[in-house]
Nanobody, 124 residues
Framework: QVQLVESGGGLVQAGGSLRLSCAVSGRTYSAAVMAWFRQAPGKEREFVSGLSWSVGITDYGDSVKGRFTISRDIAKNTVYLEMNSLKPEDTAVYYC?????????????????WGQGTQVTVSS
């Protein structure tokens, strides 16, 4: 089992920044793929970013490239999502996800473990 707890969401004005955190615990996850997804009301869950825990390889969804950065702190067992130049269309519930055999990082159904989500609201 892997437990994921997100934090850091909130209300921010367009153009502002937020940093989300995902605290990871449980089963050894050195071989895990960690990811951030988001889901806005009435929309499907969308891949935001992914990271290979062991080697730090990263990937991003097209809508956030150049604005968001995923990273990890191995000592703190935490994954971060630094979000800059936020837009109203970034408003969503953001979820942290993880699994060990992920072929398609952008596919939500590839991930077994999910956090509870944290709300991000960007006002115009």
């Amino acid at each position: 089992q892997v437990q994921l707890v997100e934090s850091g969401g909130g209300l921010v004005q367009a153009g502002g920044s937020l940093r989300l955190s995902c605290a990871v615990s449980g089963r050894t996850y050195s071989a895990a793929v960690m990811a951030w997804f988001r889901q806005a009301p009435g929309k499907e869950r969308e891949f935001v970013s992914g990271l290979s825990w062991s080697v730090g390889i990263t990937d991003y969804g097209d809508s956030v490239k150049g604005r968001f950065t995923i990273s990890r702190d191995i000592a703190k067992n935490t994954v971060y999502l630094e979000m800059n130049s936020l837009k109203p269309e970034d408003t969503a519930v953001y979820y942290c996800a993880a699994d060990f055999l992920v072929r398609r990082w952008a596919a939500a159904d590839e991930y077994k473990y999910w956090g509870q989500g944290t709300q991000v609201t960007v006002s115009s």
